[in-house]
């Protein structure tokens, strides 16, 4: 089975940098994701990873250690509108993705 | 990319009734998902859908209360079958292929009374 780990709630300020961990236990990994969902929407997708290192896009960066069952979504120079749930899935055996609960960011003035 | 289209965007209904939830995507896919997001949750899977086999159902769903339809390779259809408040949810279909590409639908919003 999969069990994903990742904070339920962060704050953060407008401008500043902020990380969201996910931490995973799987019986098979093909890869991990991070979706962004804003309320009442369905997810959008950010970023995967299926190599160890750091994945950058614009504002936003994963990072994966397979080793340490662990990544982070970083992002940069907040905005108002970046607030929202962050959530880190993980794609195990058969294309099946697992989601964690979920990070809800606020992002305050 | 793949688009991917549900109807209806959202219902409410009463309880006791059925819903059949249609997702449609713009091309062929090997393997469709449902999912289930209830209030303030994350998404979980439901079942994975094949076409020309019986869907696969994760621990806790039944084909009795959600059956589905692959009848090809752009279709699904998921039934929630005698449906109470608890049901009230919103349901998302998703296709993924290889690599990384997983996309989602709009999501159906359910409202159960």
């Known amino acids: 089975g999969q069990n994903i780990d990742q904070p339920t709630e962060m704050t953060a300020t407008e401008g500043a940098i902020v990380q969201i961990n996910c931490t995973y236990q799987t019986s098979g990994f093909n890869g991990l994701f991070w979706y962004q969902q804003h309320a009442g929407e369905a997810p959008t997708f950010l970023s995967y990873n299926v190599l160890d290192g750091l994945e950058e896009k614009g504002r936003f960066s994963s990072f994966l250690s397979r080793s340490k069952g662990y990544s982070y979504l970083l992002l940069k120079e907040l905005q108002m509108k970046d607030s929202a749930s962050y959530l880190c899935?993980?794609?195990?055996?058969?294309?099946?993705?697992?989601f964690g609960i979920g990070t809800k960011l606020q992002v305050i003035p | 990319s793949a688009v991917i289209s549900q109807k209806p965007s959202r219902d409410i209904c009463q309880r006791g009734t059925s819903l059949t939830i249609q997702c449609q995507v713009d091309?062929?896919?090997?393997?469709m998902f449902w999912y289930r997001q209830q209030p303030g949750q994350s998404l979980t899977l439901i079942a994975t859908?094949?076409?020309?086999?019986?869907?696969?159902?994760e621990s806790g769903f039944v084909i009795d209360k959600f059956p589905i339809s692959r009848p090809n390779l752009t279709f699904s259809t998921l039934t929630v079958s005698n449906m109470s408040p608890e049901d009230s949810s919103i349901y998302l279909c998703s296709v993924g292929g290889e690599g990384s590409e997983q996309y989602f639908g709009p999501g159906t919003r359910l409202t159960v009374t």
């Open positions: 859908a094949n076409q020309g086999s019986e869907a696969t159902y």
């Open positions: 091309s062929q896919v090997t393997m």
């Open positions: 899935a993980v794609k195990g055996g058969y294309q099946k993705v697992t």
